[in-house]
């Protein structure tokens, strides 16, 4: 999943990913798997490829439930790449559509992903309205994965709203859910969500668990994205806990796994912090060497390489 207030450009908050409704036409229902299945491996560009020929192949065949899926898929893809405006325009007519053939379970995955657009691009307020009436249909639809999914997506608005005590409630109650139903990758971001909680309290201890329970659950359901990010994550943690060589390793190993997804960006990102964990801890060569690989990757991602 892949609408959020991020912390730091590297390590926002996480939406738990909406379930999706599955289409009537099998062709299209076997598109949209291969897109999800890339999504969730964090590549975008084949997630993106799968969904828009599911887009195609929807509109050919005029399965409307399947144009919906295909139409959110292709949201958040566009919402990891940045362009919100494109997100909110793909997923509103999703909304349009489900709200034409009236039915409850493609409403809510399409107010889920049309409020995630909106926060993203800031607007809260608007996030919040779509994820409670999403909410409300959930929970008179009996949807525990939805209603999941919609407290920990509220629970971020609380917390961009400065309501820190009742976001902590929400993805309380959100990894309650999760763990009745078995929804491992879900469940991950609710602890991702804790943790950056108990970080901003200086709770480290606490961050740290978390943090290494969502690690865990990312492995588990091979959410790749998510397991850099959380190495990331658990290597700012021991950073600020003083421990920079437990810190080194969580970078380095961020660093790997980004460079192997080619997302150059959080590799530099995270070899950037390996350098910097690694001076704290005087190991002089080892910032050589890290420095030396970074520049070595910096030249190489350069425009016209």
């Known amino acids: 999943m892949t609408g959020m207030v ?3 450009c590297a390590n926002p908050p996480s939406l738990a990913p909406p379930p999706v409704s599955r289409p009537l036409t099998a062709q299209v229902e076997s598109v949209l798997i291969q897109g999800e299945r890339w999504l969730t491996r964090g590549d975008m560009t084949r997630a993106g490829e799968a969904y828009e020929t ?4 929807a ?3 005029d399965d409307r439930k399947g144009l919906i899926a295909a139409l959110n898929g292709l949201g958040n893809v566009a ?3 940045g362009p919100t405006s494109q997100a909110v325009t793909l997923h509103g007519r999703a909304v349009v559509l489900a709200q034409q053939l009236g039915e409850p379970g493609l409403m809510i995955d399409s107010l889920t992903a049309l409020g995630a657009a909106e926060h993203r691009a800031g607007r809260v307020q608007e996030a919040e309205r779509l994820y409670q009436q ?3 249909l959930a929970q008179h639809t009996a949807d525990r994965s939805a209603e999941a999914v919609l407290r920990n997506n509220l629970g971020l608005v609380r917390q961009a709203m400065g309501d820190v005590e009742q976001a902590e409630q929400l993805f309380q109650q959100a990894m309650a859910l999760n763990q009745a139903v078995g929804n491992l990758d879900s469940e991950a971001s609710n602890h991702v969500n804790l943790g950056l909680l108990a970080e901003a309290r200086h709770q480290y201890d606490v961050a740290d668990r978390e943090l290494e329970r969502a690690l865990e659950l990312d492995k588990a359901a ?5 397991i850099a990010a959380d190495l990331l994550r658990l290597g700012r943690i021991a950073d600020r806990r003083g421990v920079p060589d437990r810190a080194l390793d969580y970078a380095e190993r961020a660093y790997r796994s980004y460079l192997a997804q080619g997302d150059v960006t959080h590799a530099i990102l995270a070899l950037t912090h390996a350098a910097e964990y690694a001076g ?3 190991r002089v060569e080892e910032v050589a060497r890290l420095k030396k690989e970074l520049n070595g990757l ?3 991602s350069q425009p016209g390489r």
């Open 6 to 8: 991020l912390l730091g």
């Open 54 to 57: 599911a887009r195609q192949m």
């Open 59 to 61: 509109e050919s065949l």
């Open 79 to 81: 919402l990891s790449r």
């Open 134 to 136: 999403a909410l409300d």
């Open 222 to 226: 091979e959410r790749r994205s998510e």
């Open 280 to 282: 704290r801890s005087g």
């Open 298 to 300: 910096t030249s190489w």
